[in-house]
C-alpha cells in the first residue's frame, strides 16, 4: 500500500513537471486572430507615384483580384481623403477585398489561409508594389494600439540615417530567412525625385531681381496661387493657376519658364519683357528625402513583418537571436513593436494578477479549514489542473493566449471546489468518530457522484465552445479547451491523488479528529421566542 501511495505522488510530480516543460513549448500570442472573413492588402508603391499613376495600378490589381471566383467585389482607398481621418501618401493604397459567403465557394472547405496563398499568388504578377495581407479590423487595431499595421515591427533607432537604412535593409533580409515571415517591408526615408534649383544671385541681380521675385514666380508656376472662386451650389471652390502636369515634371519647360523683370511695368513701354528661368538658375534631378521618422526624439527606421503558419512568441525569440549577428550602427539600438508588444506588456501583467489570484484562493481556503495545512491539501488541485489545461492546449496545436490565460484563472478555482467537497466531508467522518482509512474510503464512494456530476457539468457548459466554427470561435477555443482538459485533471486529482496526499498531509494526526466545528454542532435546544411585552 506504501508503494502504491509512493507511486501516486511520483506520477502527480512527474504529471505537474512534464506540463510545465510542455508549456515552454506551447508558443504564445497576445489574442487568436479572428476570422473576419475579408481581406485587405495594403500596397506600397514607389515614393515617386502620383495619383494617376497608382490609379492606374490600382485598377489592374483590381482586376487580378476580381478574377478570384471567391471574391464577390474590391474597392479601394488611395491617398487622403478630403476628412482627412487617415491621411495617407498617394503611393500608399488599402484594397479591400469582399469575400462571397463559403456555401457560394467552388470549395467551401478551403480553408481561408489557403485562399490568402491563392490572392498573393495571383496579385503576384501586378509589378510595382510591395503587398501586405491583412484584415479590416485587424488593421485598424494593429495601428491604433501598436502604432504599425503589421504583427511584429523592428524599431531601429540612431543618428546617421544611410547607415540605418542599410543596417534595415539587413534587418529585413534577417527576418525573411525565418520560417513563417510574410510581408516584410523597410519604411521609405528617401527616393522621392524632385527638381534642384540654384539660383545665382548675381545673374538675377544683373537683371533687377531678386530672389523672392525668382521664388514668387517659381512658387505661382509649380504650387498655384489662388485666382478665384467659383459657386458649385453651396460650396465655393477655388480657382488655381499653375503650369499643367507635364510641364512641372519636364526641366525644360522649368528652364524656359518666364520670369518677369521688375522695370517691365504696366504703364511703360518694356512692359511684357521676362527672362527665361534657365538663365538665372541651375535646374537639376535629385532625390529627396521622403520621411523621417523619430519617436521620443530619436530618428528610427521601422521594419515591418506578419507572422503566418506559426505563433507570435516563438517567432519573435528565434528572430530575436537572428539579429544578435546583425552589426548596429554606432550608437543604435533596436525595440521591438506591433502586436508583440502587446504580448509582452500582458506577461507583465499575467506575472502579477496569476500569483495574486492564486494568493486569494488560497486564503479563502485558509478562512475556511482555519489550517495552513488543509488549504495546501485542497490546493494541490490547482497544479494538476493547470497540467490538463496545457495538455489540451498541446492536444490541440492552440498556442498559449490571453484567452487560455483567462481560462487558467477560471479553472483555478473550480479545480479546488471538488477537493474542498472531499476534505471537508472526511473531516466531518473523522470527527464524528470515524477511523481515518475508514473515513477516506467512505468519503471517497460517498462523494463520488457529487464529485463527477460537478466536473461534469462544468465542462459540458464548455463544450459548445470548444468545438464552435463560428464568429469569434478563434476567442472562445483556448479558454473552453484549458477548462474542460484542466477539470479532467483535476477530477482525477481529487478521486485518485488527493486520498494518497491526505494520508501523506495528516501522517502525524489522531485517527479521530476532535469536536465538530462550531458550525457543525447541533443546536443546545428549541428556539425560545420571548414574551411580548
Known amino acids: 500500500l506504501a508503494s502504491t501511495r509512493q507511486f501516486v505522488h511520483i506520477t502527480a510530480a512527474a504529471a505537474f513537471a512534464g506540463s510545465l516543460w510542455l508549456f515552454g513549448r506551447l508558443g504564445a500570442e497576445f489574442a487568436p486572430n479572428l476570422d473576419e472573413g475579408d481581406v485587405v492588402v495594403m500596397a506600397t508603391r514607389p515614393s515617386s507615384s502620383g495619383l494617376e499613376q497608382a490609379t492606374r495600378m490600382q485598377f489592374e490589381l483590381e482586376q487580378v483580384v476580381e478574377a478570384i471566383p471567391e471574391v464577390q467585389f474590391v474597392f479601394s482607398r488611395t491617398g487622403t481623403t478630403e476628412a482627412a481621418t487617415d491621411p495617407m501618401p498617394p503611393n500608399l493604397t488599402d484594397t479591400f477585398i469582399m469575400l462571397k459567403e463559403r456555401e457560394h465557394w467552388p470549395d467551401p472547405d478551403l480553408a481561408k489561409e489557403e485562399l490568402v496563398h491563392r490572392i498573393e499568388h495571383a496579385i503576384d504578377t501586378v509589378p510595382g508594389a510591395a503587398y501586405e495581407f491583412t484584415q479590416p479590423i485587424q488593421m485598424r487595431f494593429n495601428e491604433l494600439i501598436a502604432g504599425v499595421r503589421s504583427d511584429v515591427a523592428v524599431r531601429l ?43 545665382d544671385r548675381d545673374r538675377a541681380a544683373r537683371h533687377g531681381l531678386d530672389m523672392a521675385a525668382v521664388q514668387e514666380a517659381l512658387a505661382i508656376a509649380v504650387g498655384g496661387r489662388e485666382a478665384g472662386i467659383v459657386f458649385e451650389g453651396d460650396r465655393r471652390v477655388p480657382i488655381v493657376v499653375r503650369l499643367p502636369e507635364g510641364a512641372r515634371r519636364d526641366a525644360e519647360a522649368l528652364a524656359a519658364l518666364a520670369i518677369p523683370l521688375p522695370h517691365a511695368a504696366a504703364d511703360t513701354p518694356e512692359f511684357g519683357r521676362t527672362v527665361p528661368l534657365g538663365s538665372l538658375a541651375a535646374i537639376q534631378a535629385t532625390d529627396s528625402p521622403y520621411q523621417y521618422s523619430r519617436r521620443n526624439g530619436k530618428r528610427l527606421i521601422t521594419v515591418q513583418a506578419n507572422v503566418r503558419g506559426r505563433d507570435l512568441g516563438s517567432f519573435v525569440e528565434a528572430a530575436q537571436q537572428r539579429l544578435q549577428s546583425v552589426e548596429l550602427p554606432p550608437g543604435s539600438w533596436l525595440e521591438w513593436g506591433g502586436t508583440y508588444q502587446n504580448l509582452a506588456e500582458a506577461r507583465e501583467r499575467l506575472a502579477v494578477v496569476v500569483p495574486l489570484a492564486f494568493f486569494m484562493i488560497f486564503v479563502l481556503l485558509f478562512a475556511m479549514f482555519r489550517s495552513a495545512k488543509y488549504a495546501l491539501l485542497v490546493f494541490s488541485g490547482v497544479p494538476l489542473g493547470l497540467s490538463g489545461g496545457i495538455v489540451g492546449l498541446w492536444l490541440r496545436d492552440l498556442p498559449f493566449s490571453i484567452s487560455a490565460a483567462v481560462g487558467f484563472i477560471a479553472l483555478s478555482g473550480v479545480a479546488v471546489l471538488n477537493g474542498v467537497v472531499m476534505v471537508t466531508f472526511v473531516n466531518q467522518l473523522r470527527r464524528e468518530g470515524m477511523p481515518r482509512e475508514q473515513a477516506l474510503r467512505t468519503g471517497c464512494l460517498v462523494r463520488l457522484r457529487p464529485i463527477l456530476v460537478t466536473a461534469l457539468v462544468a465542462s ?74
Open 460 to 533: 459540458l457548459g464548455f463544450v459548445p465552445m470548444a468545438v464552435a466554427v463560428g464568429k469569434g470561435a478563434e476567442v472562445q477555443r483556448p479558454l473552453a479547451t484549458v477548462v474542460i482538459a484542466g477539470l479532467v485533471t483535476s477530477t482525477l486529482l481529487t478521486v485518485l491523488v488527493l486520498p494518497a496526499l491526505y494520508r501523506w498531509f495528516t501522517a502525524f494526526e489522531p485517527e479521530v479528529l476532535g469536536g465538530a466545528e462550531a458550525w457543525e454542532r447541533p443546536e443546545a435546544g428549541p428556539l425560545e421566542v420571548p414574551p411580548a411585552g
Open 157 to 199: 533607432y540612431g543618428d546617421d540615417f544611410a547607415r540605418m537604412q542599410q543596417c534595415a535593409e539587413r534587418i529585413a533580409t534577417a527576418l525573411g530567412e525565418l520560417p513563417g515571415a510574410a510581408d516584410l517591408k523597410v519604411e521609405q526615408t528617401d527616393g522621392v525625385p524632385m527638381y534642384e534649383i540654384a539660383v
